[in-house]
């Protein structure tokens, strides 16, 4: 039997098998309508992964397939309109959702009941847990997984990706704190209840520094759980001359003390570094 799985990698491939009245373009719409009612995500938890999650690529597909299915359409909200192939989703209320005026879900992307969206987007493919604040002018890309009880804080700026298939997404795991205008792309990875300090970039290729023993250890793409992390600079010798690039500098842990609903301010005092 072929499975929804099959229909897509076969229309990645071949792209006009949803052209028309089909069976793949069929298996396109269901697969949207799964990540739109959440049975169905681009990543998952999974125990027996390396990382502990399984990047759904084939999903990722399905997504890039819906911009070939779906129709350009005008979209309106009393004043406001647009023209668009997704159209926001629409059904915050009857599935216990808070969303402040100007809050924008996309369809197919997925929040939790329980969520709060101020002034926001969250994009195609994109999972937001239940508890977890996006707030003001706070943007999730495409694909990716907000877990529960985090807190994107004003300006936060979360990278999507569509492909290639089965490009990790970013993934900002339970409890997090994001700070003001942090940026993650690129497919990092932030552990369970860190807090990222406000203004920090953190790409693929970011250097990760945790100083917190008597030796710099770096790495890069992963945040660990519970670390405080702080924007930092390192120099760097070029031909024209010595520069410091930015690089994110893990201070700390949380303290068990802390709430897991902590201000950034009070995490940052626990080192020293607070107003």
Known sequence: MTTLKDLIIAAANQPELVDGDTRHKEAVIS?????????????????????????????????????????????????????D???????????????????????????????VLMPSFVNIGAFVGRGSMVDTWATVGSCAQIGRDVHLS???????????????????????????????VEGVHVGTEAVLGAGLVLTASTPIIDVRGSTEVITRGKIPPRAVVVPGSRAKIFPAGEYLLPCALIIGERSESTDRKTSLNTALRDHGLGA
């Open 31 to 83: 697969v949207i309508e799964a990540v739109n009612s959440g049975s169905l995500r681009v990543a998952q938890p999974d125990h027996d992964a390396p990382d502990g999650w399984m990047i759904n690529g084939w999903v990722q597909q399905a997504i890039n397939l819906y911009f070939r299915v779906a129709k350009m359409e005008p979209i309106e909200g009393g004043h406001l309109a647009w023209f």
């Open 85 to 115: 192939k997704i159209p926001p989703r629409t059904d915050h209320a009857e599935r216990g959702l808070r969303a402040v005026p100007t809050a924008l879900v996309r369809y197919g992307a997925y929040v939790e009941p329980g969520a």
């Open 154 to 184: 004003g300006g936060v700026g979360i990278g999507g990706v569509l492909e290639p298939p089965g490009a990790r997404p970013v993934i900002i795991e339970d409890g997090c704190f994001i700070g003001s205008r942090c940026i993650v």
